[in-house]
């Protein structure tokens, strides 16, 4: 959902090259940072943050600078004085899990633009962990009992089944066994 608030990220008047001051306040954006999270490590992600141009001059993006595994989705290169420009910013692949912090650094032609700086962070958790450790180990010796446990955390909004977590179930000689 697009958001009519807009941030000024650049201070409002600047000296340019040339000695003139700019009026750095034309530029808007939408948010400075975008944060997610997700519970499966290839659901899509994706944010437009939005430009506005309130000068009387067309601003034109020279470059953008993203971290892996960031991608440029689409983006209106020039923006025209009084119109609104977006940058989709989507997180690639490879994704690792846990918490991801990138960056997005746009810079402009217009010479007295300064480059503008975005966020974008979050976290990608599976929809099932197992904790201590996704493992488990049965080991005793004849007539001594051990016992651990595994707690398994399901953060879908679906209940999970018991066939998500053992393959198949055991036999009753197979329930015996481990009893031993």
Not at 30 to 42: G, Y
Not at 147 to 157: G, H, P, Q, R, W
């Amino acid at each position: 959902m697009r958001s009519n608030n807009f941030l000024t990220l650049i201070p409002a008047l600047m000296p340019a090259p040339d000695g003139r001051a700019a009026d750095q306040s034309r530029l808007q954006v939408s948010e400075q940072s975008f944060s997610f999270e997700i519970f499966d490590p290839a659901e899509p992600v994706e944010h437009v943050f939005y430009f506005h141009n309130s000068g009387a001059d067309t601003i034109q993006v020279e470059r953008i600078a993203l971290t892996p595994p960031l991608r440029v989705g689409k983006i209106l290169s020039r923006i025209p004085p009084n119109q609104d420009g977006q940058l989709i910013v989507g997180l690639g692949t490879p994704r690792e899990l846990g918490e991801y912090e990138g960056a997005i650094e746009v810079s402009f032609k217009n010479k007295d633009l300064s480059p503008v700086r975005l966020e974008f962070t979050g976290k990608i958790t599976p929809v099932i962990e197992v904790r201590p450790v996704p493992a488990f180990f049965i080991a005793t010796t004849r007539g001594r009992t051990n016992s651990a446990s595994l707690e398994i955390v399901n953060k879908d909004v679906e209940p999970m089944e018991e066939s998500a977590i053992w393959p198949r179930a055991l036999t009753d000689a197979e329930v015996a066994a481990l009893g031993r």
